[in-house]
């Protein structure tokens, strides 16, 4: 059946069923170089995409599937788009992994590998991948029900190229709830157990399984902590070792009720006993006043979720998000594709003066991109002597790296500015007064397609004394992401000019600013 043929019956509430048979045989075409494209970041070579989806690596490859709708730049009938990646830089398309059927839209998930074969899916005494995914039936939702979203699997036995879904779907029938979502889904080595963690209106639902066909509720977490002033999405559990031992972290996305508005990415820290998730106190207090913990104080970075069956061997927590936000994410000026990924990101724990707190930092991977031949470095300590510095570049800062170090001011404000001859321009930086990093997009482009694309410059708080300031960015034709401090702070922020940024200066509002480092590298494209 072809796409079109698909997107008719949709439009005309009929879901029909799809075999494996029936699924798209090839890729679309895309040149990538679109205005505004980004370059060494993932995005779908034509359509709309959201979330990422069904997460898994497997024999040398990291599987990446995301929301998609193939036949128009808006949301609309969700599938599973696919692709893979060797080295989490260079990216190649697949044919669609997951299509709408008659139980519903392909609504976002996970993937992971079942080793033991607990599934009994797996032939050939090779494991299979399954992937457990909502079901939305849109043709429920409109007649008036509330139970229109359920849980569905699917299994893969040729390295996640082909998918068969399970014909006793679903497996998690919903309980007359609305906003019944999002499985993300574990094993638990210590109690030998399947974990799904579910988004579910105002709070997140554990539940277990041996064999991810038979699932029990377990416990529910989250009604009275945090920040709800969204609904709750895209759940992630999962383990990270810290020297007093293994932690747990539960990423909770939430739209709206992000820091700076609309979309974003909270998280807590506690304990995992088989059932359930057990803040931790420290955490407790926090949150009760501070209303979240953010991993990301950008406007741009949703419903991220982290990769299962990463090797022990490399025992690397790694996530990636949807590089937008709900507010102006179908109004943004792209016309054949919609939305891209952000970098991928380490995750860990540090611990502070107030507890344990999630790091971000970009993955190693993505220094093979930086061109040795285009770069800068400083080779000593430089004191400005005027309130703007352009380092002389040999290449344009449009698709660059960079990193400096600079003594903390006395009160003023520095800022990285990228330009071009069109006279806008985006800024980002540390404001020593307010103790805060900032990223200001009022000047860098369009943004009359959505009244909330700029209300204000984002700002986000710094969480350590030191006396210099490290700032770790990426830019990417229309996209900023910030490491500050060694990924205590993140930050990341889209954006739209006219014509690609060609200048980059250091303004200081301080005369005698004293940069202690700074290198800069031009990227490779990745596609």
Known sequence: MSVKAIVTYLSLGILPIFSVEAQQATVPQSKYDESHRLQYHFSPPKGWMNDPNGMVY???????????????????????GHAISTNLTHWKNLPIGLYPDSLGYIFSGSAVVDWKNTSGFGKNNKPPLVAMFTYHNMVAEKAGAIDYQTQGIAYSNDN????????????????????????????????????????????????????????????SFGKQWGNHGGVWECPDLFQLSTPEGKKWVLIININPGAP?????????????DGKNFILDEDVKTYVQHEKGLWMDYGRDNYAG???SDIPQKDGRR??????????????????????????PRVLSLQKTTQGYRLISEPVKELKGLRV??????????????????????????????????????RSGKVSLVFSNTKGEKYSIGYDSQSNQFFSDRSQAGDHSFSKEFFEKVDI????????????????DVASAELFADNGKTVMTDIFFPSENFSQFSIQSTEVGLKVKNLKIWALKKSW
Request: no cysteine.
């Open 160 to 219: 996640g190229r082909t998918w068969t879904k399970y014909d006793q779907n679903p497996v998690i029938k919903n309980p007359n709830i609305r906003d019944f979502r999002d499985p993300k889904l574990s094993w638990d080595e210590q109690h030998q157990q399947w974990v799904v963690t579910l988004a579910v209106q105002d709070h997140a639902e554990i539940w277990t399984s041996k064999n991810l066909k038979d699932w029990q509720f377990a416990s």
């Open 305 to 307: 979720v982290t990769w």
């Open 58 to 80: 497997y024999q040398g490859e990291y599987h990446l599937f995301y929301q998609h709708y193939p036949n128009k730049s808006i949301w609309g009938p969700m599938h599973w």
């Open 460 to 475: 986000a708080p710094r969480f350590t004394e030191s006396n210099t300031v490290k700032l770790h960015l990426f830019v």
């Open 372 to 409: 040795p031949q285009k770069s800068f470095v400083l080779s000593q300590t430089k004191t400005l002597t005027t309130e703007s510095w352009t380092p002389k570049l040999n290449f344009k800062p449009t698709l660059s790296e960079l990193e400096i170090e600079f003594e903390k001011p």
């Open 260 to 272: 700076n508005g609309g979309s974003g990415a909270q998280y807590f820290i506690g304990d995992f």
């Open 318 to 343: 790694i996530l990636i998000g949807w590089m937008s936000n709900w507010q102006y994410a179908q109004k943004v000026p792209t016309e054949n594709w919609r939305s891209a990924a952000t970098l």
